[in-house]
Nanobody, 120 residues
Framework: QVQLVESGGGLVQPGGSLRLSCAAS????????MSWYRQVPGKERELVAA????????DYVDSMKGRFTISRDNAKNTVYLQMNSLKPEDTAVYYC?????????????WGQGTQVTVSS
């Protein structure tokens, strides 16, 4: 079965860093666009960063450029989000997303999320 399992979240002080990981299984990881989203209670889930298949292009939300870096290791079926200079407003549940079009069908998968809390 398809699984996306996030890890690496936790409590960090403002200005600190975390690296999130998303381990994928059950699908052909290398052909999927991988993304990180985040969500706080009462707000819509928002895109953080995306990386193309097989990994030649990355895109970031403007507010996160220069602080966050998305990368992927197709041999390990894993996508990462390196988060630096964290701010309290970065506090959210971070979700891993996989998306692809295969022939005329769309495939999309979500992880369960990992909590990131930025606080003194």
């Amino acid at each position: 079965q398809v699984q996306l399992v996030e890890s690496g979240g936790g409590l960090v002080q403002p200005g600190g860093s975390l690296r999130l990981s998303c381990a994928a299984s059950g699908f052909t990881f290398s052909v999927y666009t991988m993304s990180w989203y985040r969500q706080v209670p009462g707000k819509e889930r928002e895109l953080v960063a995306a990386i193309s298949s097989p990994g030649g292009r990355t895109d970031y939300v403007d507010s996160m450029k220069g602080r966050f870096t998305i990368s992927r290791d197709n041999a390990k079926n894993t996508v990462y989000l390196q988060m630096n200079s964290l701010k309290p407003e970065d506090t959210a549940v971070y979700y891993c997303n996989a998306r692809a079009k295969v022939f005329f069908r769309e495939y999309e998968y979500w992880g369960q999320g990992t909590q990131v809390t930025v606080s003194s």
